[in-house]
Nanobody, 117 residues
């Protein structure tokens, strides 16, 4: 049974930083893309950043230059370093892991990030 667990969320003042972590366990199959999404109240879930197994990255325009995604393939972990946080970054952040071999994706339960002004 694959499990995906996010951690690292919390309350921070505007301009501050947080580092989110996501760990996938319960499988030996290789993970392809690992992606961070976020969802604010009343909004649709949106892609924040994604990273391929080979390390290629892509970011939403709203976070470019402030957020950095990275991963550790040996540990099946992905990270999101968030700097210069803004109140509009407040959301629940979710991690999604894609398994090409299995033809499916797994989501974590989310971690709350709140940025106060």
């Amino acid at each position: 049974q694959v499990q995906v667990v996010e951690s690292g969320g919390g309350l921070v003042q505007a301009g501050g930083s947080l580092r989110l972590s996501c760990a996938a366990s319960g499988t030996d199959f290789p993970i392809n893309a690992m992606t961070w999404y976020r969802q604010a109240p009343g909004n649709q879930r949106e892609l924040v950043a994604t990273i391929t197994r080979g390390g290629n990255t892509n970011y939403a325009d709203s976070v470019k230059g402030r957020f950095t995604i990275s991963r550790d393939n040996a540990k099946n972990m992905v990270y999101l370093q968030m700097n210069s946080l803004k109140p509009e970054d407040t959301a629940v952040y979710y991690c999604k892991t894609d398994f090409a071999v299995l033809g499916t994706s797994y989501w974590g339960q989310g971690t709350q990030v709140t940025v106060s002004s």
